[in-house]
């Protein structure tokens, strides 16, 4: 019995090692930017390995927020993600119930097609997508990127969506047509809310896609105070110009809110990323 | 008029003439449906006047460069959107058909309904039964809309760009003509040119390396962890699951972009480190060797194992306490359990998931492009612009969106797909409607 616990002493030790090992790993990155951020200097050859050991400034900030876009870049990357989040999680989900509630000419090709469409990245289109929204005058305004993004974000999530509806009983839709209920109401008022895992889930992806998209933007946005936070990072960075300190102040403020964000959602996360995937 | 029908079927026929003569004429004439066929016809009337415009779309397309001296030089700038139109062209002939197909079905049903109850219905009865059927169209407009032109139209354009010339210098309007070459550029990926055949081989190796590697080492460090923060009942363990999920949840292009500077080469912190210990440092993301490959695969460890760590965690708490009940009742221990319930059940349940990472590591293009570049350029980059660590998206981007040379972008295109189509019909098979034989 003693040699059993000294075992699993052992282990724990064993484990608590590991864990700090990995802590270490894991967020020795993620404090450099935030050390990063309040450091003297501009360019990372002049910070000092240890974090925080190179004094304590709040210049970075007032310098991204003065003498770049930097706000603009957010508010611009804000409206995109609501943008497309919204639109998405709309028509994705009529879709999905569509699909999901429905017999229809032609249902079975149309699923497949859509399955067959969201292997590909959108930006081997990118010349056409490119020619057709400047058709439609799309060309540098943010709606012109939220359709793409919309329109690439449709044939995966209509799918996930559609798994998990076709879980709900149908009962229950049948019992609100006998009230009286028309398509749209039993969509609105009866499937929806039962679908909140999944809607849930499906606005945080599409929230938190556009945060870290720089091909599309690039493609898209030409002006410079349309650029979204992805690109305007990459910009502090980028080539010659090494402005890192720059560079993680604005990061931190990006990464702040989605920490934080995650830390309250986890377990949530957790739950909607093991059922509304692996139940299909 | 509708007198004339029979309601013993024989008039099956006469219906499915009078539909297919002109859209919506069935409905009028037969079933007066008046609002219905009205809008039927409208379609087609439209569609008619708009024919001369579709020919001249698909005549462009179909003739590109060998027509381009009857337009002027402002026309001839813009040749390259004649196959894009051509592509427009061809979704609006086939939506037309599709609407097409679908009255003649409806005509169809109307009047086996007619057999059936040996009336018409009223214009009204009709309308709101079109409202309730109906609702699929209206549920799926917007996403067939937005579908056909920014994914469809895209995908089918730079299928035909495969088939042309459309490159710089020397094949770019508006001084140079576009023009159709059938399989060329295929054969001078695959054998025709050495250089790029070299490149193309190199290229698809290391994606497919990097796809199997980067997905499975993040799908068994995370199960790992998972493990042993589920098992060593740590008190500490909320803390470490809080600190490990941090990678997840900054956005990758900002992690990406850390690490290239971290790892720089001239004043990254991981060489001044090794500097503090006597060392001499590594060119970690520029090395001609394939220590950048490595460090790509390393890197998107750090950045990959809390999801399916997270993904681990929801399903071993997932799993039913009876079993671990009825396992410990007939005297299994702590291993035996772990290793016989535990860990298949979580592979079972995971698996399907780690084929859709694997999928999405293909084309996982921010993990290379904001790491490495791409780089370090080798002795054929100077011509094929494929750097060391390149996978087939990288590639595609910079020969698109940098080189325009969009030939070569859409055959490697074709190909991701041609690679990647068996997993996602792997993913259709697998989806509970397919299973119970609903779809």
């Known amino acids: 019995m003693e040699s059993q616990s000294t075992k699993s002493t052992v282990l724990k030790v064993l484990a608590y090692v590991f864990c700090i090992v990995l802590s270490i790993i894991v967020l020795y990155p993620i404090v450099f930017v935030l050390s990063g951020a309040f450091s003297e200097g501009t360019s990372m050859a002049s910070l000092n390995i240890i974090p925080f050991s190179n004094g304590f400034t709040t210049e970075h900030f007032v310098d991204i927020f003065e003498s770049t876009d930097y706000p603009k870049w957010y508010v611009n990357t804000l409206l995109i993600a609501f943008g497309s989040c919204i639109s998405t999680v709309f028509i994705a989900c009529l879709g999905a119930y569509t699909f999901s509630r429905f017999r229809f000419t032609m249902k079975r090709s149309f699923m497949l097609a859509m399955l067959v469409l969201q292997i590909f990245p959108s930006f081997i289109g990118m010349v056409a997508i490119y020619v057709i929204l400047e058709r439609i005058g799309g060309i540098d305004t943010l709606w012109g990127l939220v359709l793409v993004y919309v329109a690439g974000n449709i044939p995966y999530n209509t799918w996930l969506v559609k798994s998990y509806l076709d879980t709900i009983p149908r009962s229950l839709d049948e019992a609100a047509r006998i009230d009286g209920a028309n398509h749209f109401t039993i969509f609105m008022r009866v499937v929806m809310p039962i679908a909140k895992p999944i809607v849930i889930f499906l606005a945080i992806t599409t929230f938190t896609g556009p945060w870290m998209d720089y091909i599309m933007p690039k493609y898209v946005l030409r002006s410079p105070s349309n650029k979204t936070l992805a690109m305007g990072l990459f910009s502090f960075i980028d080539g010659k110009k090494g402005e890192f300190t720059n560079f993680s102040a604005g990061a931190l403020l990006v990464a702040i809110p989605f920490i934080i964000f995650f830390a309250l959602s986890q377990n949530m996360m957790v739950t909607s990323l093991g059922g509304a995937a692996v139940k299909e | ?439």
């Open chain 2, 1 to 439: 008029m509708g007198t004339s029908l029979q309601t013993d079927g024989s008039s099956r026929k006469n219906v499915l003439i009078t539909s297919l003569l002109f859209m919506g004429l069935a409905h009028i004439v037969h079933f007066k449906q008046y609002v219905k066929g009205v809008f039927y016809a409208l379609v087609e009337i439209i569609f008619l006047v708009c024919s001369p415009m579709l020919y001249d779309g698909i005549r462009k397309m179909v003739l590109l460069g060998k027509i381009r001296e009857q337009y002027t030089y402002e026309v001839r700038a813009h040749e390259h959107f004649w196959l894009i139109e051509g592509m427009i062209t061809l979704v609006i002939i086939g939506m037309f058909a599709v609407v097409y197909y679908i009255s003649v079905r409806g005509a169809l049903n109307t009047y086996r309904e007619f057999c059936y109850e040996g009336k018409l219905k009223t214009n009204r009865e009709s309308l709101s039964g079109t409202m309730g059927k109906s609702f699929p169209i209206f549920g799926l407009a917007p996403t067939f809309i937005l579908i056909a032109f920014f994914v469809v139209v895209p995908l089918l354009f730079s299928a035909c760009v495969a088939f042309t010339d459309f490159s710089l210098p020397y094949h770019y309007p508006p001084k140079n003509p576009i023009n159709w070459v059938g399989f060329e550029n295929f054969a001078a990926m695959f054998g025709g040119d050495a250089t790029w055949t070299e490149a193309f081989g190199r290229v698809a190796v290391w994606t497919l390396i990097w796809g199997l590697v980067a997905t499975l080492s993040s799908y068994f460090a995370g199960l790992f962890v998972a493990v042993i923060l589920n098992e060593a009942k740590m008190k500490l363990t909320p803390v470490f699951r809080i600190i490990f999920i941090l990678p997840y949840a900054v956005p990758s292009v900002i992690s990406m972009l850390v690490w290239k500077n971290l790892l720089n080469g001239e004043f990254g912190t991981i060489n001044a480190m090794i500097k503090e210990f006597g060392g001499t440092g590594f060119s970690w993301l520029t090395d001609k060797s394939i220590l950048p490959n490595v460090m790509c695969l390393v890197v998107n460890l750090w950045a990959g194992f809390p999801y399916f760590m997270l993904l681990m965690m929801g399903t071993m708490t997932a799993i039913s306490s009876d079993v671990f009940e009825a396992a410990k009742i007939d005297g299994a221990n702590k291993w035996q359990i772990f290793k016989s319930i535990t860990l298949p059940l979580v592979i079972y349940q995971t698996l399907p998931l780690m084929i859709m990472s694997f999928t999405f590591n293909i084309n996982n293009f921010g993990a290379v492009y904001f790491l490495t570049g791409g780089g370090p350029a080798l002795a054929d980059t100077n011509r094929t612009f494929a750097g060391g660590t390149d996978i087939l998206v990288t590639w595609i981007y910079k020969l698109t969106v940098d080189q325009m040379k969009y030939n070569y972008g859409a055959v490697l295109a074709i190909l991701v797909f041609v690679v990647l189509a068996p997993f996602a019909i792997f993913n259709f098979m697998n989806t509970k409607s397919f299973k119970e034989g609903e779809l």
